[in-house]
């Protein structure tokens, strides 16, 4: 019985201890979280080019490179956001899926968050090539000091 209660007794010491590094862990990464920006953008396809507002903040992308592979697509591109006094530009490579989204990573080469990380999902919702329509968000992780 005494071996059961030790094994017992060291079991819950265990489960304590690994509940306070996971509350420990979870704070620290929720200070580093990214910054969420979500959007909807309208796009013309055949140029290359979106714009799109939301909450006050203003997107504008360019195409810069874009290789078809198979169904899918390789792209690069330009992006400069804005709100209110905070402006950035990124580029960002990634894929297009045939299945309605675009999924990108960068790195933020100029003005607020200059060297901070980007990672951007877009999903397509609809309308013609020349007006496509996308919703979407970008993640900001800011670069460490």
Known sequence: MTNIKAIF??????????????????????????????????????????????????????????????????????????DGDITFTAVMNGHRSPAGFIVLNGTVTDGSFEGAQVHQRSNYMRGPANASEWTGELQLAPASA
């Open 9 to 82: 007794g060291s079991l819950l010491a265990a489960a304590a201890i690994a509940g306070v590094v996971a509350f420990g862990a979870a704070a620290a990464s929720a200070s580093g979280a990214p910054i969420v920006i979500p959007y909807e953008k309208t796009c013309n396809e055949f140029i290359g080019h979106c714009e799109g507002t939301a909450n006050g903040v203003t997107i504008e992308m360019q195409i810069t490179s874009y290789r078809a592979t198979g169904d899918a697509a390789q792209l690069t591109l330009t992006e400069w956001i804005t």
